[in-house]
């Protein structure tokens, strides 16, 4: 079967031939982002090269591509370094020969417009995209039979720098996939597999690259090609382009052509997950192929429903997008002539009232009337999403609305620093990562040392520290600060200081502004030892949200400020794994009821940070009162009173609350009431909000039997 297996591994024969004899086995680690969450992985890379593994975005082809004769074969003959990574690939090689679970099957097909695999991958903007990678490494674990479908983005998503006044401005690199972990999909001829979409009257072809996630192999389609005009190779150029009729197009590309690219590779998913409504043209597809056949539209679609489930991720108007019905017939080219549908009733798929020709076609409309099953991702968001769309089903109440949650959970492989790992392997059992989502396997907790919890939490914070000193010096020189605010980054921060960490995509909605909002009392937290730590990427055309950040940068020059505020630009995937592991609170503000879920937080909670956040998303069914603090959720009209009363509520906590505990030491250094709440956030969070608790959810009451 073409199925891009092959191709993969003869990416790795090749690159293995540029390696001395002793490390060939390297390359097929390289092409297998397994690597990324196995212990002792990134060590066995960094070992080759430490510079140039920092040069590459530690991404491993390149690694090996680029590394010197030299270091390789220094590499190749330490007897230490060899039997590391003999460890690694024995370890991975057992872990791919493992019996394939019996569930989905046929193979579920997860469709998503981002995934955040890892940060030499750039095919990812944030939270929608780091989940769909978790999504994928926990299907790995479990053995699941699941593919992933996504873009190749040539350039990916922007990159950011800001200016001394705070402004951001937004630059792109070009990704060369022949320096990725990834292969280009073959036909049994030689050449590569292409599918064709016929999109705004012109046909586009496509190719298909291969990237494998451990068990699970992620396709990439990918508009760069030979037959393509320039504008048509731009359809797969960037995330969230902002031209909106190139982002339709690329949901026509990765809907339709994501659909053609399975069934040119002869995979026929037994399940369609759409995730968010910007894959929701797959089914479409699929009805299209029943309707070539000889069924009815009506029939096919009927029949393609049973085996589809959509997840809607946000109620921000942003992420629930909507076009004209002149844009959407035109992006779809022939497909509602092959559908034997008439303009009229291909728009009304879109609309949350069929009949209202006024009304523009949505996505997200589209994903619920082609689904079998729907759901949020977490509890609140559920409700929301329910009263949301009630439009789209006027027959009953809200509450009748057939919208579910599955509240999101995070891979703990990927997100737990060595250290807590290490701590919790050796109190928990090895297994314990398998049966994550039993709270028995939790129980152990409280056997814990308050002595050795409390010095992992002091290694991560020291290891943040050096980063953040390194980190914030670099970012001040590359902006043309002055020297004395440069030189004060590398005397920034302490590795015994109480570190807050704020740090998501900075939508307006999430309120970056909220920590500085009153200017005396934010300041007065610096006095009393607390450092904080922001990171975020407004959209290039949220004008609103660049301007939250640059209003961050009017106190640089306050007292303190310079030391102990530290702004990280370019916020990715890395970065994040640094910031979750080492900060001591993680805020989460959102306006609510805007938070759809947020997996930030169970992120820090997992390596012992204490969440405080306001009561929407995950944290309104998480929060219990001993494992961290709540901002009361009580949305209003009156924005700026709304924000001014969350405000005052999170200054008062940290000030009255959180401070003295974090400094309420015994005689032995240990903040003893500051781990009981570490201990009450990883028993009740762990044993919750992981992914396997996730994936069994997916697959034992979403997905379709």
Partial sequence: MTNGAVDVRAAAAALAGRLPNELGFLAEIAFNYLWSWTPGGEEVFRSIDPHRWELCGANPVR???????????????????????????ETIRTDLDRPAASIPSPPAAFL??????????????????????????????????????????RQGYFHQRVDPSGWQHEYWTETDPDRLPAALVRGDDGRPLTIDVKIRERTVVAQIWRVDVGR???????????????????????????????????????????????????????????????????????????????????????????????????????GNEAYTGSEVLQVLGDLPEQLHLDAKEVLALGRTRPDEEDEPFGMTPLGLRVASSANGVSRRHGFVAREMWHSLYPDGT????????????????????????????????????????????????????????????NILRRRLVAYLRDRAAEDRLGRGEHVEYVEAATRAFDDEVLTVGFARRAATYKRLHLITLDPSRALRLLEQSVQLV??????????????????????????????????????????????????????????????????????????????????????????????????????????????????????????????????????????????????????????????????REYVGRVYPR
């Fill in 63 to 89: 690694l090996l591509q680029e590394a010197s004769q030299a270091s390789l074969e220094r590499t190749a003959s330490d007897a230490a370094c060899l039997a590391d990574a003999r460890r690694l690939f």
């Fill in 112 to 153: 998503c417009t981002e995934f955040g695999v890892h940060a030499s991958l750039p095919t990812y903007a944030g939270g929608l995209g780091i989940l769909a990678g978790d999504i994928l490494k926990e299907a790995s674990d479990m053995a699941l039979s699941l593919v992933g479908v996504g873009l190749l983005y």
């Fill in 216 to 318: 699970i192999p992620l396709y990439l389609i990918d508009a760069e090609r030979p037959e393509n005009n320039r504008v048509d190779r731009w359809i797969t150029s960037r995330l969230y382009v902002g031209d909106r009729k190139f982002r339709l197009a690329q949901y026509a590309l990765l809907g339709v052509g994501g659909i053609r690219a399975l069934h040119a590779m002869g995979i026929d998913p037994g399940t369609i997950h759409l995730n968010e409504g910007h894959v929701a043209f797959a089914p479409l597809e699929l009805a299209r192929v029943a309707v070539a056949s000889g069924a009815d539209f009506h029939t096919a679609l009927d029949t393609v429903r049973r085996r589809t489930v959509f997840t809607t991720h946000t109620p921000v108007a942003a």
């Fill in 398 to 457: 809200a509450s009748d609305v057939p919208i579910t949650h599955v509240t999101n959970g995070v891979h703990f492989p990927t997100w737990l620093a060595a250290p807590m790992r290490e701590l919790l392997d050796e109190h928990l059992g090895d297994d314990w990562l398998r049966r994550a989502d039993d709270p028995a396997a939790w129980k152990a907790i409280d056997d814990i040392p308050d002595a050795d919890l409390w010095a992992v939490r």
């Fill in 534 to 695: 922001l990171a975020g990427k407004p959209h290039p055309a949220d004008e609103e949200g660049k301007r939250l950040v640059q209003g961050v940068f009017e106190l640089k020059w306050a007292p303190h400020v310079a030391e102990r505020v530290a702004y990280l630009e370019d916020y990715d995937l890395a970065m994040a794994q640094r910031l979750v592991a080492g900060c001591d609170i993680w805020l989460n503000v959102p306006r609510p009821p805007m938070e759809a879920c947020g997996t930030s937080g169970m992120k820090a909670a997992i390596n012992g940070g204490l969440n405080c956040s306001v009561l929407d998303g995950w944290w309104e069914e998480a929060y219990n009162a001993e494992n961290g603090w709540a901002i009361s959720a009580h949305p209003t009209r009156d924005l700026d009173a709304m924000d001014a009363q969350d405000a005052n509520r999170l200054y008062d906590i940290l000030e009255n609350e959180a401070i003295p505990l974090f400094y309420d030491r015994s005689e032995d250094g240990v903040p003893h009431g500051w781990v009981r709440k570490i201990k009450a956030s990883l028993r009740s969070v762990g044993s919750q909000f992981n992914a396997t608790r996730m994936m």
